[in-house]
């Protein structure tokens, strides 16, 4: 969690945010047994630079994005990406073999998520 909170101010929040240049502060997770569910966060300017970096068409008020947390049983790691509100386009910003710091699940649904 260091270089996420030194780099980016990447936080867990008890509550969303207004959105940030169109970069929504609740985040989609899938656990490492499927379970789907959010949590929050705060970020600072460099995060949402690096988002719409990396994202194909930037991310703006026609192309908003939100942040997604899956765990990959495949790889046996976190993918950490961004994808838009509406439409294709998705990113993958970093992979981490533990579970991000910053996260924490406020609510899991009743089914399991489907791979996407």
């Known amino acids: 969690m ?13 509550k969303p945010t207004r959105w940030q240049a169109r970069l929504s502060s609740t985040v989609r997770v ?3 047994d499927g379970r789907s569910g959010y949590a929050y966060i705060n970020f600072e300017l460099p995060f949402l630079r690096k988002v719409g970096k990396a994202l194909p068409q930037g991310i703006s008020e026609r192309n908003p994005a939100f942040l997604r947390v899956e765990y990959s049983t495949y790889l046996k790691q976190w993918l950490i990406g961004a994808q838009y ?3 294709p386009g ?13 996260l924490q699940v406020h609510r899991y649904s009743l089914h399991k998520a489907t791979p996407s």
């Open 90 to 102: 998705i990113a993958i910003l970093w992979r981490t073999q533990t579970k991000p710091a910053w």
């Open 2 to 14: 260091a270089r996420e909170f030194k780099c980016y101010g990447l936080r867990a929040s008890p």
């Open 85 to 87: 509100l509406n439409g």
């Open 30 to 32: 899938i656990d490492a």
